[in-house]
């Protein structure tokens, strides 16, 4: 008996080099051929689970329609990490104006959150409680969850034993697709397997 997770990263989006954290851009012509692209290869999905931004859940409504998946739902968990004074702005007035503060960022984010915004622990902590939720309710099953890189990275350091301080080094590019097994034995506690990470076009 196993249980079946996809993870998928949204597409490009609107708005250019932003910190895109919870700013809710809509994707791009580009972002939504991507995500065509990358959830071709997808096995039948039996329910998705999204983050409630535009570049997650528009797609996600529409794959469910197309593939008559009845269970497509938002979990606001799954949003990626808040900004705080950055959300919003371009990547390059940041470096310009705060260049110490956003390099102690890129270095470590767990210990150097942005300005009064989201540390990373939050977010592992309340991403860890949707994961447990989606198990629970999917055992057995092929769930979809369509998130943000930072989410995907918190799901993929929980199944490896990772601390964040590594899962920060892992690729999620735009539309990125990665699969996770669970196997079930009466008795033994559940093993995931991460089957593979596969960036689009790779």
């Given at each position: ?12 989006c609107h708005g250019g080099n932003i910190f895109r ?84 960022f890129w270095d470590n984010p767990l210990t150097a ?30 769930s979809l969850i369509i998130s943000h890189g930072g ?52």
């Open positions: 008996m196993s249980t079946r997770i996809s993870l998928l990263r949204h597409g490009h954290g919870q700013t809710d851009s809509p994707l791009s012509d580009m972002g939504w051929q991507q995500l065509q692209t990358a959830s071709a290869s997808l096995e039948p999905v039996d329910q998705i689970i999204c983050s409630p931004l535009r570049r997650c859940a528009e797609f996600a409504q529409q794959f469910a329609r197309q593939n008559k998946i009845p269970s497509c739902n938002e979990d606001k968990r799954l949003m990626e990490i808040d900004f705080g004074r950055w959300e919003g702005q371009a990547v390059a007035a940041v470096q310009q104006r705060e260049p110490e503060r956003l390099q102690a959150p942005p300005p009064a915004g989201e540390t990373m622990a939050e977010l592992q902590q309340r991403v860890r409680q949707s994961w447990q939720q989606i198990l629970q309710q999917g055992r057995e099953q092929h989410v995907i990275r918190c799901i993929l350091a929980e199944v490896l034993g990772m601390s964040l301080a590594p899962a920060s080094r892992l690729s999620v590019p735009h539309a990125c697709l990665s699969r996770i097994d669970i196997y079930h034995q009466p008795g033994k506690t559940d093993w995931p397997q991460l089957i593979f990470h596969q960036p689009l076009n790779q």
